[in-house]
């Protein structure tokens, strides 16, 4: 029975996805942005989706079950970056028109950066992030189905068998569909999904409390309750002090320059879509340690510290507290996740190439339909090899997800630099730019892996960011562009590019909020057995302050604005 709902609710998304779909714009416009038509419900989900795999469910939940909520710090806080390319990143980018952020580097630097760092992205797709989704998707369903048992086959076949299925079904939506395709999916995936994530952390806090979800509350929250502070010490997965540096440099990387995230906001129907769809992508990830956290968490409360291994943790639970009738349509949304990310990665790699690289080096005049031909050849090529490499990861150390970020190192950061310091400065140019890049790749694998430094590779990576920034305008001092660089004033993207109207209070709203859930996770919180009510009523006060401020501020320029149209 569970396999039967499994199978037949998955069907069902398919079907309204293709339905659609069916008979959309076949153009290459169509393809790879959707024909640049997505709204803000379509983008915020989509973007959630993409970045919520079974790679967080099942590492980020096998981290709480370990140590303690420091690890939010690689998902809550990316709610900063969202509104800054809410605010400053997506007028800039819709009105220059880019399909892929790399073309940005080439406005901005030169032709051979922007291919450097398409190489980049999809040696990280291909090597490190694809493989990522495919290998914890597998995990999660090999120990839900009981797969061994039920063939009577090793872990490792087992593991091999589920990696190759996901990646067969994930690329048909993928390499036949498009984003459109890819895009719609995700959304209905979404919606089960918050369904279906939710549902774990409610039978589990019933199971732990006896049938009772305010006694289940109750044990989490009264008994070992320093599991539950998101500030990190030294020997924490997260120490505190890496918020600042490293982590924040890494979600900059992630949801703002990062060609299968961005990639759904360059697709807009105008900027007010694109900024609403971010900031609801923001709001979730705010709720996400529900889905991430707090079943790790509940998991130490029911088996302890003794799983053999901590990517268990969430498997395990999900079988031993949730009702068998639900199973099958918790697996189907749990699929969903894996199929997302696997797919949008797929189609963002398959982007980058024919954009990047095959276009402008093998035939500049190729027609759309060659261009579509090729990409569904280069996103098969890629899935195949990500398949091949996704099962050998189960062989890594100190869990999934911590290694698939140590890894991401070597890309993330010059990547973030070279936007950053594109957007800064007018001078810096290609070859200043591209000496950087190789010169962290360097730097990164020397420190963490030859050198093996003591300290928090986290910590490397914000000190690196901080070097290419360095070397890059020493570099720029001699290296020069050879005339300062001017964005384009022309509206490449065709679409609106009229600011939604709350697009800063709703902005601010989000940024109090990740402060209210740090607060709440801390010592003066739930960490020290505090009462919420006062850090309630403080933070309610100086939102109230804030939204007040921002209203006056706008009331203002209005007044100026219309003041000046009179003169």
């Known amino acids: 029975m569970t396999f039967i709902t499994f199978v037949l609710i998955t069907a069902l998304i398919a079907f309204i996805s293709w339905l659609k779909t069916k008979g959309e714009d076949n153009s290459a416009k169509g393809y790879f942005l959707a024909g640049r038509g997505l709204s803000a419900t379509v983008i915020g989900f989509s973007m959630v989706l993409t970045s919520l795999s079974t790679e967080q469910l099942v590492g980020v939940n096998a981290s709480s079950y370990i140590s303690n909520f420091s690890i939010i710090a690689w998902t809550v806080q990316s709610v900063v970056p969202l509104c800054v390319l809410a605010l400053f990143l997506l007028p800039r980018y819709l009105k220059g028109g880019f399909t892929t952020i790399p073309e940005f580097f080439e406005e901005r630097y030169d032709r051979q950066t922007r291919q450097i760092m398409s190489l980049l992205f999809l040696v990280a797709y291909t090597f490190v992030m694809i493989p990522g989704a495919l290998y914890s998707g597998a995990i999660a369903f090999t120990q839900i189905f009981d797969v061994e048992a039920m063939f009577g086959v090793s872990f490792n076949t087992a593991l091999w068998g589920v990696v190759w299925l996901i990646g067969i079904i994930g690329g048909i939506y993928a390499i036949f569909g498009g984003l459109k395709a890819v895009a719609v999916s995700d959304t209905l995936n979404g919606f089960a999904l918050i369904i279906g994530g939710t549902m774990i952390p409610f039978f589990a806090l ?29 020997a924490d997965p997260v120490p505190w002090t890496t918020i600042f540096t490293g982590i924040l440099i890494v979600n900059f990387f992630y949801w703002t320059t990062n060609q299968a995230i961005i990639q759904r906001s360059l697709a807009a129907k105008s900027l007010a879509e694109g900024q609403k769809g971010i900031l609801y992508a923001g709001v979730f990830l705010l709720f996400l340690p529900v889905l991430l956290n707090v079943p790790g968490l509940i998991s130490f409360h029911i088996f302890g510290d003794g799983l053999k291994n901590i990517d268990l943790a969430y498997p395990t639970l999900v079988s031993k507290v949730l009702p068998k009738p639900l199973l099958g349509f918790f697996t189907a949304c749990l699929f969903g996740a894996i199929l997302s990310t696997f797919n949008s990665f797929i189609n963002s790699a398959a982007t980058l190439f024919c954009y990047d690289i095959y276009r402008p080096v093998f035939k500049k005049d190729i027609s759309d339909e060659d261009l579509i031909k090729v990409a569904k050849i280069a996103g098969t090529v890629i899935a195949i090899v990500s398949m091949i490499i996704a099962p050998l990861l189960q062989y890594g150390t100190g869990g999934l997800f911590l290694l698939l970020k140590r890894f991401a190192g070597f890309f993330n950061i010059p990547i973030v630099a070279l936007v950053a310091v594109g957007f800064l400065n007018k001078t810096v140019s290609g070859k200043a730019a591209r000496i950087t890049v190789l010169l962290h790749v360097i730097l990164y694998f020397s420190l963490v892996w030859i050198f093996k430094v003591k300290i928090n590779f986290v910590h490397v990576m914000g000190s690196l960011f901080v070097f290419d920034v360095v070397v890059m305008f020493i570099l720029g001092s001699v290296f020069k562009r050879d005339k300062e660089y001017v964005p384009s004033a022309k509206n490449k993207s065709n679409v609106d590019l009229t600011d939604w109207k709350y697009v800063r209070e709703f902005s601010a709203l989000l940024v109090l909020g990740l402060c209210y859930l740090y607060a709440v996770l801390s010592p003066i919180g739930l960490a020290g057995g505090n009462s919420l009510g006062k850090i309630t009523i403080i933070f309610a ?27």
């Open 541 to 567: 006060v100086i939102t109230v302050a804030v939204l007040g401020i921002l209203n006056m501020t706008k009331k203002k320029n209005k007044t100026a604005a219309v003041r000046a149209e009179a003169e």
């Open 206 to 234: 019933k199971y732990l409390g006896g049938g009772s979800m305010a006694k289940g509350v109750e044990v989490i929250t009264t008994t070992h309750i320093e599991k539950l502070t998101a500030w990190g010490a030294a």
